[in-house]
């Protein structure tokens, strides 16, 4: 009867497989990320790594149409559909259908799995079969005859209601099998190879935040046990797919993560079951819970944030990372630096060609081809590596491994290939860096935007160059000091005045002695409103300067999105705002300042900020990544000098007492937030006037 | 006291007249549009001519369309079906209509066979050998009349839209005419199959689906609207280019020609159908455009805003030609459409000769730059004048083959949308006016062609004339057509740029005048944009749903060329692609849409020989080596999209076109593809394509005029065809008895 089928089947395949199938249009664009900082990365077009091969369905197996489940990959490269009909189909490399397994139990009869949600292949092609709705694990041979059935451990590690709904499985080289339960927020359930429940593995942690830490303190103080069982408790994420790769390490997947901002959607766990996944971002290393491997962009529909959902990960025998969020239909593929390869398909669940899907529900990999499963579309989609791909996979594989110039050849072609491929550049920067070129390996490192080797080489480049010319700098600098030491004494000697003109000199000295000069400026009134414009002019210049022309190890500037009001706005616009704001409050606490001495003294006092900006700048070049606390302090000796300098120039000003100053303080910044919020409000009223007008004018336009 | 009275009358005039006003409000008045007396008429032969001959059958109210040679009969009933006397709400209904409810928001779809036939609403009646079916839809109370006559070659449904009749309680949103009139009953081989033309051609085969739903595939003729506000964009579209369809049945055909309203057509496909047993292609005509739109009542939902009104213009027509004998396939179908344009006068034979290769050079972008806190933009040049000249002369020497030419973004907003057609100059940065005509003068001396692209749709900036408030066109909401364009990784609106608009079509003449004027020394104009690009707007009926398309770009193009210049277009529609001297990104495969089975060269088949032919670019698509094969198929000469710098900043724009483009890293391969195929494209570049045939092994062959004959090998494995071992992934050609086999294996990424 079988035999019939099968030759009828056969049939059918000589007409589909027949077919020429033409999809190399592809529907969408293949992308990757240029990280620029933990929370920045910018998506930029790429090569295709993989092309839409073909797709596997029901019509294409000549077979029923069934939800397709769950696939997997056998170490032959065939593949294991789960249909939700208690069926598995097994396709070959090209596609064709091999069989279909029914499971047989100990009595004979076929057991029933429907709708189960995972399967696995080991390597001696034993199934083992999540099956869901009956709790259990279904451990069947290669034809299907049931070998073990795995129900819900007795041990006193599980909690009394934990409800055993087995939905994905893995097992390692030595049979210790890992199973995901749905619902199951304490990890994945580990047993041993006699099948034996060990413990739970690997579980997410809680993010804890210092809000969370209080509110759990507080309600422990005020709450009894029985309102705090009434609260909501903040569960951790479960894992919705797990991996292992050729040497055991697990890799999970988590789906929607947190309510705002979605990280660690991929980990990678040591056998003790903690993340061991890292990204580096040059100036810091984070742990990949803290790192969000999906986009920070996001689409919106009815007025909520379509959030992405991580439902499937695989891991190929070169350890790279295949994850498939099912919200937008992507498949990204991650090395085990947390870098991005590539990330391609798309859909947005409507999907109607092919490589965009419709609810892209399961993902698995065998050599150089992905597949990728849809439970709307009922299909799998069969992906393959390009020339390109396989290139760029080799070359990233070599590199990880720390062969820089084995890897360079493939990298330099790479780089010729797409130009937007800042893998290439970083290892070619790595590659030059081995190779002992460190200009070179500048060069590339800055256009990878690799801080890490950037630093290495310029501290190679430094150390050369000092050594080279040590003589020369020694002599520079001493007869630079030298100079100094001269120019101050003749400057006394002589009397010498470098600034002459006393307003200037004025401003510039309120840095050194804030007290004596702004009491002059009040006295003899040499405060120049002239020159706190040219200041406040300067401090929005010197922060832009210092945005935009930091060396790009310590800006995280983007042309794209760099606003230029919001510049103004916390520069100049702060200094007019707390000018008026504390000239208003101070008026009505009887401060003598008019409002043109509040700006001068506000602007005055903004010097420091604006040494700061240039000189930061300026510095930026030279300094490693690791030095940047240098750039730190920097900041906070500018932010210190200014604020000395604005509270005494505001107390003299007005006359202030100390304590008065602070109380005026506190109000002026209330008036702040007030003239913000009218502004604001101004402004919308404004903008929906405009809008009115605009509408107005269009209507008469076309009537 | 007087002057009060005064005022007093003035206030209540003015009341009343703002009374009167709101009176034109939502209160909606209905009239009545049901026929007082629905007409029969008796079943017989209406009329016949040379060929065919046409019945009507009261009974099953069926039109009958004999081939007198064959006796096979086409008929809007299938054949077999009406033939079992029996009844179905699908195959017995000549139209369908979708129809929207203003008062409670609902869309629904009524069938002439529940809502008009079985009812007696139908009125038919005969004139002159035209039958005139007019369905009345009682809930909709929507009136539609159905013009049916015999012509020479091909029978001809209409509707005009002026007949269509409202009561205002419904608004009707589209019709599909004969929905099975183009039909076949499904069947397991490869001898029946519906055609539609998306991309470069699909065939849909017939074989009953084992699951129980039928495989289907629906398209808007010459693309989704792009004056139409979406929520979801989820992909980049291959649209259908020309407004047919067409059937095979064993040794019949049909070929359906949408003649009138096109742009406003949808075509449907469904195939294997497993409930009714049938399989079929048909047109929708959309005469109300739509939004899309997200609402909130108690809670948010999506739905459609319909426009208004409808274009009372409008003239719907579709000709069934039938197909029999050796002509009844997808071959016969290019030889039958060819010979209805060439008569039409819509396929102008260029003198154009098809180049070997095109290049295409991406200028430059404009890219973001902060100077002192001031953000402005800056052209950031990818590829200069005289830098694409050395490009071609390196690759002229090293391949002995003349290239073509086409300029992408060498205007003065490069490939950013700035302003119409980027300013109608060229950009200084590349070398401007200067570079232009040096290269001009380089490329006339060696009998190259050159062309540089001109954006006449697409601006978001005020200048020449054209402004973005007053020149932009509406949505069928009456919203601005104004969009932002897209995130590349989740396809949703990017607000970090300024929207795109799309200018009133309107002004499009203008626009063109003042390219001709200003642009007077450019001897080869591309205009992609304006060539493949579908759009209504709703500042004018004629414009509605697209309307009007097909007219205008065809007059104006004439326009552009009898002012002496030459036209290339990318992806062009049919209307623009019969006039172009050059085509480019032609479309190789059928976009991969689901249901879909195989790719057919249908597009290439007609226009091959007319116009000169160019692929989209190989170094940007996945498969090189595949894309190649499918241009070898169907004698579409391959084309490279090259610049001559990097630049970081590029990367950062919104063209997906720079990042596998840098002329020092694809050279080699560029060089290779071309060595491998130049001799061949040289051969077959200015012949018609007179067959195409697809194996069983997977092996194409096509036969070009003059008897030269290519095979392809698309698959994995080798073949053997006639004899002859061709290798996977190579060609081999046949021309005055010498063959000659290439394999591209390795010929580019």
């Given amino acids: 009867m079988i035999k019939k089928q099968l030759t009828a089947l056969s049939l059918i395949f000589i007409f589909i497989f027949s077919l020429r199938l033409s999809v190399s249009a592809a529907p969408t664009d293949s992308f990757t990320h240029w990280d620029l900082t933990e929370n920045t990365k910018k998506a930029v077009y790429t090569k295709d790594v993989y092309k839409s091969d073909a797709v596997i369905n029901a019509r294409s197996l000549g077979l029923d149409s069934s939800i397709i489940q769950d696939i997997v990959c056998d170490k032959n490269g065939n593949i294991y559909i789960l249909a939700g009909d208690s069926r598995i189909l097994v396709v070959d490399e090209s596609y064709k259908l091999i069989k279909t397994i029914s499971v047989t139990g100990f009595d004979g009869l076929t057991v029933d799995f429907t709708d189960s949600r995972g399967i696995y292949i080991s390597e001696e092609n034993d199934i083992y079969i999540g099956d869901t709705n009956n709790g259990r694990v279904l451990v069947c041979d290669a034809e299907g005859k049931l070998i073990k059935e795995i129900i819900r451990p007795e041990s006193p590690i599980l909690p009394e209601d934990f409800a055993f709904t087995p939905t994905k499985i893995t097992r390692d080289s030595k049979g210790y099998l890992y199973v995901i339960s749905d619902g199951a927020y304490y990890g994945a359930l580990l047993f041993d190879s006699n099948y034996e429940f060990l413990s739970f593995y690997g579980a997410n942690a809680v993010e804890a935040t210092v809000l969370s830490t209080l509110q759990n303190l507080w309600d422990m103080l005020t709450k009894n046990d029985e309102k705090r069982s009434q609260e909501m408790k903040k569960l951790p994420y479960q894992f919705l797919d797990i991996a292992l790769d050729k040497e055991d390490f697990a890799y999970t997947c988590t789906g929607i993560t947190a309510d705002e901002s979605g990280v660690g959607q991929i980990r990678m766990l040591s056998p003790g079951g903690s993340n061991i996944l890292e990204k580096n971002f040059g100036t810091s290393v984070v742990d990949s819970g803290a790192f969000n491997f999906a986009e920070f962009d996001v689409a919106v529909r009815h007025d909520k944030d379509v959030r992405q959902n991580f439902v499937g990960i695989a891991v190929d025998d070169m350890g790279f990372i295949y994850a498939l969020d099912s919200t937008y239909g992507l498949i990204y593929v991650y090395d085990t630096d947390c870098n991005l390869v590539t990330a391609f398909g798309g859909g947005k669940n409507s999907g109607d060609r092919i490589g965009t899907y419709s609810a892209a529900c399961a993902i698995a990999v065998s050599e150089d081809k992905v597949f990728v499963a849809d439970s709307l579309q009922n299909s799998v989609t069969a992906y393959e590596i390009t020339e390109y791909g396989s290139k760029v996979l080799e070359a990233q594989s070599l590199t990880l491994d720390g062969e820089y110039i084995a890897a360079k050849p493939l990298w330099q072609e790479i780089s010729g290939l797409d130009q937007n491929n800042r893998l290439a550049m970083s290892a070619l920067g790595k590659a030059a860096y081995s190779e002992g070129n460190y200009k070179e390996a500048m060069t590339y490192a800055k256009m990878a935007m690799d801080r890490t080797t950037y630093d290495q080489a310029m501290k190679k480049n430094q150390e050369a160059f000092i050594s080279e010319n040590f003589v020369l700098i020694f002599l520079l600098i001493i007869t630079f000091l030298a100079g100094i030491a001269v120019l101050i004494a003749v400057s006394k000697k002589r009397q010498i005045v470098l600034v002459k003109n006393q307003r200037v000199s004025i401003m510039l000295s309120c840095c050194v002695h804030p007290f004596r000069n702004f009491n002059d400026k009040k006295k003899k009134k040499m405060g120049s409103v002239i020159l706190a414009a040219i200041l406040s002019v300067l401090f929005f210049v010197s922060a832009v300067i210092n945005m935009v022309y930091k060396d790009f190890r310590f800006t995280s500037f983007d042309a794209v999105t760099y606003n230029p009001v919001y510049q103004l706005v916390t520069t100049v616009g702060l200094i007019l705002l707390w000018s008026v704001a504390n000239w208003a409050v101070s008026v009505l606490q009887q401060g003598k300042g008019l409002f043109k001495e509040v700006f001068i003294v506000t602007s005055y006092a903004m010097l420091p900020m604006i040494v700061y900006n240039l000189l930061s700048t300026a510095v930026s070049y030279f300094i490693n990544s690791s030095s940047d606390v240098l750039l730190s302090g920097m900041y906070v000796a500018a932010i210190i000098l200014s604020g000395i300098i604005l509270v005494v120039g505001t107390m003299i000003v007005h006359e202030f007492s100390l304590p008065r100053f602070l109380l005026t303080a506190i109000l002026t910044v209330l008036a702040m937030i007030l003239i913000v919020f009218v502004l604001f409000m101004v402004g919308m009223l404004l903008s929906q006037l405009w809008q009115f007008i605009v509408t107005v004018i269009l209507e008469i336009t076309y009537r | ?518 642009a007077d020394y450019v001897s080869g104009i591309s205009l992609t944009a304006l060539g493949s690009i579908a759009y209504s707007d709703y500042s004018e009926q004629t414009y509605y749903a697209k309307g009007g398309t097909e007219k205008q770009v065809s007059n104006l193009l004439k326009v552009v060329k009898e002012n002496g210049h030459r036209i290339n277009i990318g992806k062009a529609n049919g209307y623009a692609a019969g006039i172009a001297d050059s085509i480019s990104d032609v479309p190789l495969t059928n976009g991969g849409y689901f249901g879909l089975d195989e790719s057919v060269p249908f597009y290439q088949m007609v226009f091959h020989g007319f116009s000169t032919l160019y692929s989209t670019s190989l170094n940007l698509s996945a498969d090189w080596c595949g894309e190649l094969l499918y241009a070898v198929e169907s004698g579409v000469s391959p084309s490279f999209t090259v610049t001559a710098n990097e630049s970081k900043a590029l990367a950062d724009t919104l063209s997906n076109e720079y990042y596998g483009s840098v002329y020092s890293g694809i050279k080699a391969d560029i060089i290779s593809a071309i060595k491998s195929t130049s001799d061949y494209f040289e051969l077959v570049g200015d012949r018609n394509i007179v067959s195409h045939k697809i194996l069983d092994s997977g092996a194409a062959v096509t036969q070009f005029s003059g008897g030269i004959t290519v095979i392809t090998n698309h698959s994995e494995n080798d073949v053997e065809i006639n004899g002859t071992k061709l290798q996977a992934n190579s060609f081999s050609y046949t021309s005055g008895g010498v063959t000659k086999t290439c394999n591209l294996t390795g010929g580019g990424q």
């Fill in chain 2, 1 to 518: 006291m007087r002057k009060i009275k005064k005022y007093i009358i003035y206030m209540l005039n003015l009341s009343l007249l703002l009374l009167s006003l709101s009176a034109c409000s939502t209160e909606k008045v209905t009239v009545n549009v049901k026929p007082e007396k629905f007409e029969a008429l008796n079943s017989g032969t209406i009329t016949e001519n040379q060929k065919y001959i046409l019945d009507w059958d009261d009974t099953q109210k069926c039109i009958l369309l004999k081939n007198k040679e064959t006796s096979h009969i086409w008929s809007t009933l299938p054949y077999s079906f009406f033939l079992q006397n029996d009844t179905n709400i699908n195959l017995s209904s000549p139209i369908f209509i979708n129809y929207y409810n203003p008062n409670d928001g609902s869309l629904m779809t009524a069938k002439a066979f529940a809502d008009c036939i079985e009812s007696g609403n139908l009125s038919v009646t005969e004139d002159n050998g035209t039958i005139r079916m007019e369905f009345y839809f009682d809930d909709a109370e929507i009136l539609v009349p159905l013009v049916i006559s015999l012509n020479d070659n091909c029978l001809q449904v209409t509707v005009r839209a002026d007949e269509i009749k409202e009561s205002g309680k419904t608004q009707l949103i589209d019709i599909s005419v004969l929905p099975y009139f183009c039909s076949t009953v499904n069947s397991a081989d490869r001898s029946s199959y519906l055609f539609v033309p998306v991309g470069s051609g699909a065939l849909m085969y017939t074989d009953e689906d084992v699951q129980e739903f039928s495989r289907s595939y629906s398209g808007e003729v010459y693309g989704e609207d792009a004056a139409r506000y979406l929520l979801d964009d989820t992909a980049n579209e291959e649209p259908i280019r020309l407004p047919i369809f067409g059937v095979k049945a064993n040794d019949n055909a049909m070929l359906a020609i949408i003649e009138n309203g096109a742009e406003s057509a949808i075509i449907n496909a469904d195939a294997g159908n497993s409930r009714n047993g049938y399989s079929t292609a048909y047109a929708t005509f959309t005469v109300r455009g739509h939004d899309e739109t997200e609402v909130k009542r108690t809670d948010y939902s999506d739905a459609l805003i319909y426009a208004a009104e409808i274009n009372k213009k409008a003239v719907y027509s579709v000709c069934y030609y039938p197909l029999s004998g050796e002509s009844a396939d997808y071959n016969g179908m290019a030889a039958l459409y060819k010979d209805y344009l060439t008569k039409k006068g819509s396929l102008i034979d260029s003198d154009a000769e098809q180049s070997a290769y095109q290049l295409k050079f991406l200028g430059g972008s404009l890219v973001n730059d902060v100077i002192l806190g001031v953000p402005n933009t800056r052209m950031q040049s990818a590829t200069t004048f005289s830098e694409a000249q050395d490009i071609i002369k390196e690759l002229y020497e090293e391949t002995d083959a003349k290239p073509e030419v086409l300029l992408k973004g060498f205007a003065e907003d490069g490939l950013d949308i700035g302003r119409i057609a980027g300013g109608f100059g060229f950009s200084s940065v590349l070398g401007g006016k200067k570079g232009y005509l040096a290269l001009n003068e380089y490329s006339e001396e060696n009998g190259i062609s050159l062309f540089a692209e001109y954006d006449l749709i697409h601006f978001n900036n005020s200048s020449d004339g054209f402004s973005t408030i007053f020149d932009t066109a509406l949505t069928a909401g009456k919203q601005l057509a104004a969009f932002f364009p897209l995130k590349k990784n989740i396809r949703y609106a990017d607000e970090n740029y300024s929207k795109v608009r799309l200018l009133q079509r309107s002004v499009l003449p203008n626009a063109i005048e003042k390219l001709v004027n200003k």
